[in-house]
């Protein structure tokens, strides 16, 4: 779909913005310490609720220094800190991931694919829970390849489907097969379309976004390692995803929108797309023009925290992006 | 099981070591450039035969400090370049992977993962490819979780196994099923098996090693942000895959086997383990204890490269580890 120009919308009902995380999992609150590994953090070591209580934007990337350059647009579009202020990775004990605060805005890094992002989400939204942090929204801003879009453009998701184009992430628990709904936030769709409308900095449109297992074979290149088809089999593939309405394919929407939704955590992706896929595989274009892609989705999602934070000070206005 | 002491065995009849890498995509040979992305190297802006002709171990693992630690030691044992010299990061341009090379030892990380070291193998195996290499042995130095041993335990895998304890890799190729062996080099095992009771410094067993796509409910974990299963499911779960053999558990070693089988690349996975989950979930030990532990794997296979080194360069000694 593509956005329609801004400002004629109707208003958005105001969201309850003391929504309580929830954890699915009744240990947590009767542990003693909980050691969140991979964060080098700890609810003894670490007063989380003093650290972080104050959160009320999760966004999360692959790469830490796109998460860390992340934080320091988002600080300067909203005034806090000193200007060319460094943000410190609160995760410094660790090399799995790294994440940087700046007011309400936590920046995190996921690492590449499902089993990445998702060992990140359970203890991210641990430290929530033990944080005790209510009216959180989550958002994904990543990488991408497109399906019939110009390189550059930016992907809003509207269901997160996996390579059979099915809006389900499938995961094996104590062995045994368990399907959960990669439901995501409507109502977020809907702002951050508002929000791009109202930039009209570069194209974006709302689509399904296909997760896939790998980046060759799972996606249908024909340049890995291994690949035992055509590129007429690769055209089929993408054009049947196509046809079902995926716009671009990356590697942690499914099990993001699943444990978010799981959790209670509005959650949203916004994915700029490097390629179109169906002509080609590399990702060819200069590394200044990469780079510039890689802003977008910082760009689009900075523009919402702004707009959602000065709605929230001045609750008369209901619709975040005007 | 646990190792014999050695000294005793029959030797090992000498490996090819001019066994050449076959891709198993015929693609690759007939494109006029290929741009490794997640390494930022690429065939026209590199010379790959240069900078990667003469590698003949390849050892990878999750974290970049862990692998740049590793080349360090590594070119110490083997007394290459001066004492204390840095070795710079080879993919400096990217934050995806970190790749360090000491002499004919290649070192890589890859993340957390079978999505992330994936993408990893796809492009080391055609760097490997494009540099004419041949000869290369593959070796993954990690973390686990254990099942019935002693922290610090180190484990050597026999078969990498699925959730359900077979061992195949399973991954979906345009939508559709495939099914791959996670056959691992047998005589590896074994001259790897006897490095460990020659060094004897730290319990080894060779044991099945459980593969998941996720670290918390994937593994039967009670501590996640999700859980709906309890203590006595979760240690049904464990004592089953004991049972089947399975001594450790961690998250990559299934497609590191099938990817590298696939390509003819000998390979082994040697894993600590850093709990024991029959006994709990978190990883709680001391940092200075921990990081004792995950040099372990390290010294095993600095110990193993040096004596294969040893031994081609003494091609009477047929046996890698006296």
Redesign the interface.
């Known amino acids: 779909m593509a956005l329609p120009g801004g400002g004629t919308e109707e208003p958005e009902p105001h969201r309850d913005s003391e929504r309580p995380l929830q954890?699915?999992?009744p240990?947590?609150a009767a542990?003693k310490?909980?050691?969140l590994?991979h964060f080098s953090l700890s609810t003894s070591s670490h007063d989380l609720p003093a650290m972080f209580g104050d959160v009320k934007f999760v966004c999360v990337g692959?790469?830490?220094?796109r998460m860390s350059a992340f934080i320091q647009y988002v600080a300067a579009e909203l005034g806090l800190g000193r200007p060319g202020e460094e943000y410190p990775n609160i995760c410094a004990g660790t090399?799995?991931y790294a994440m940087f605060k700046a007011g309400p805005v936590l920046s995190v890094s996921h690492?590449?694919?499902?089993?990445?992002i998702?060992?990140m989400?359970?203890?991210l939204?641990?430290l929530l829970?033990h944080a005790r942090c209510s009216g959180v929204t989550a958002i994904r801003i990543g990488t991408s390849g497109g399906i019939g879009l110009e390189p550059g453009s930016v992907v809003i998701t509207r269901q997160a489907v996996?390579?059979?184009?099915r809006p389900e992430f499938e995961?094996?628990?104590?062995?045994r097969r368990?399907v959960r709904s990669t439901e995501l936030d409507a109502r977020l769709v809907r702002e951050l379309a508002r929000c791009a409308a109202h930039l009209d900095e570069f194209p974006t449109v709302v689509g399904n976004t296909m997760c896939?297992?790998?980046?060759?074979?799972?996606q249908?290149r024909?340049?890995?390692?291994?690949?035992?088809?055509t590129e007429q089999?690769?055209q089929e593939?993408l054009r049947?995803a196509h046809a079902a309405g995926v716009r671009n394919i990356e590697?942690e929407s499914s099990v993001f929108a699943a444990?978010c939704s799981?959790?209670g955590l509005p959650a949203a992706v916004v994915c700029v797309t490097l390629l179109d896929r169906l002509r080609g595989d590399?990702?060819?274009s200069p590394h200044d023009v990469l780079a510039e892609y890689q802003q977008r989705p910082q760009r689009l999602v900075g523009h919402f925290i702004k707009k959602s934070l000065a709605g929230a000070a001045a609750p008369a206005s209901r619709s975040r992006c005007q």
């Open positions: 954890l699915c999992n240990n947590i542990m310490e909980d050691i590994y692959g790469s830490p220094s090399d799995r690492g590449m694919g499902i089993p990445s998702a060992i989400l359970h203890e939204l641990k829970f996996d390579a059979c184009f995961q094996l628990v104590l062995g368990v896939t297992l790998d980046f060759y074979e799972g249908g024909l340049d890995g390692a291994l690949c035992s088809y089999d690769k593939y049947a590697m444990m799981a959790c590399q990702i060819g």
